[in-house]
C-alpha cells in the first residue's frame, strides 16, 4: 500500500484547488477524481461569476485550468471512484476496488450530486428524454416542446438554455412563488417561450412503454384537478443531494445529508477535512468551493505539521444520522 501525506477525493474547484494549495506546499497529494470528473462546472456553459474572467469562462475550460495548475506544482490525478474508506484510525485506507492507498490526512472534496423525482419512472427514462442537465442535453430538443421541473435558479438556469432551442418551455413549479433569485427569475420570465405552470406536481411521465417521453401527468396541488401536458422531453432543476454515502458512520452530518464542518474544513475525524458542496449547503458557489479547498489544503499541512490548533478532538461535533 503506498501512503501519501494528503489524498484528496474529488476534483472539482473544491478538490483541485485544495490540490493546488497541498502540491505548493510539496505534500504530492494524491486526487482520486470520480465519476464525476470535474464537478458540477463540467456540466455548465459559461461560468461568469468566476473572479478574473470578465467576459466569462466555460465551465469544462475553467476545469481543464485548474486541472493543469495543480499538475504543474505535482499534483498526481488518477481516474476511479472510491469504493470504501476507513477512517476508525491513521493512516486512513481509501480503497479503488483491490487497490488501496493509506492516507496521513484525507481531504473530502466529493461535492453534490442532481436529485431526481420520487417518481421511478423518471430514472427509468433518464437519457430517453428525461434529464437533470440542460446543458448536455438540450441539443436533442431542438425545435421540440418541453419542460422543466423546479424552482430554483437551477431549474431558470435550465429553462433560460433551453430556451433558445426548444420550441417552448414550461416551468413546472410546485408552489405559486419561485425560490430562485430575482435575476434569473426576472431573465427566465422575460423570455417568450418560457412558460410557468404553478401550485403544480408531476405524478407520472408517459411513456415508459414507448421507452420515450410523450407527456407529463400533473396535478395542481390547490385544487387536486390533473392533466396532461405534452413533451418531448422533461429537465428535473430539482436541486442537490451531497455524495456523503461513503462517510456515512464515520463522519458526522447534517440531518440533510452534507458533512459537518468547524472551525474551517474540519469534520468530526481529526485529520480528515472536507470541502466544497459536500459540506455546503447554502452557497454552493464554484468560487466559495474553491475558496473552502484552499482551507482544506492549509488545514492539512498544519495538522501534519503539528500546527493545527488541537480543539477539534477535545469538543468533535456530535454524530447525526442522514438521509438514505
Ligand atoms: P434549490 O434548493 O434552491 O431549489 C430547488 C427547487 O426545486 C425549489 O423550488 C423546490 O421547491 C423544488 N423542489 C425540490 N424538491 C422537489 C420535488 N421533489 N418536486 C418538485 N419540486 C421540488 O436548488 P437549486 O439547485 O435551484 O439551487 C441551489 C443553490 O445553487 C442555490 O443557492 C442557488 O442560488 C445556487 N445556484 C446558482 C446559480 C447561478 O447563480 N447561476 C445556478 C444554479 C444554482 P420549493 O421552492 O417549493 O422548495
Known sequence: MSERQVVIIGSGPAGLTAALYAARANLKPLVIEGIEAG?????????????????????????????????????????????????????????????AYTAQTLIVATGASAKWLDLGVDKKLSGRGVSTCATCDGFFFKGRPVAVIGGGDTAMEEAIYLSKLATSVTVIHRRDSLRASKVMQDKAMSMSNISFVWNTEVTDIKDLAKGEVTALVLKNTQT?????????????????????????????????????????????????????????????????????????????????????????????????????
Open 224 to 324: 387536486g384537478v390533473t392533466s396532461e401536458l405534452a413533451v418531448d422531453g422533461v429537465f428535473i432543476g430539482i436541486g442537490h443531494v451531497p455524495n456523503t454515502a461513503l462517510f456515512k458512520g464515520q463522519l458526522a452530518m447534517h440531518d440533510n445529508g452534507y458533512l459537518k464542518t468547524h472551525e474551517g474544513s474540519r469534520t468530526s475525524v481529526h485529520g480528515v477535512f472536507a470541502a466544497g458542496d459536500v459540506q455546503d449547503h447554502v452557497y454552493r458557489q464554484a468560487v466559495t468551493a474553491a475558496g473552502s479547498g484552499c482551507m482544506a489544503a492549509i488545514d492539512a499541512e498544519r495538522f501534519l505539521s503539528g500546527t493545527l490548533h488541537e480543539a477539534q478532538s477535545i469538543h468533535p461535533p456530535p454524530m447525526t444520522s442522514s438521509p438514505s
Open 39 to 99: 464537478g458540477q462546472l463540467m456540466l455548465t456553459t459559461m461560468v461568469e461569476n468566476w473572479p478574473g474572467y470578465r467576459d466569462g469562462i466555460m465551465g469544462p475550460d475553467l476545469m481543464a485550468e485548474l486541472r493543469a495548475q495543480a499538475e504543474r506544482f505535482g499534483a498526481e490525478i488518477i481516474q476511479g471512484d472510491v469504493s470504501s474508506v476507513d477512517l476508525s484510525q491513521r493512516p486512513f485506507v481509501v480503497s479503488m476496488g483491490k487497490t
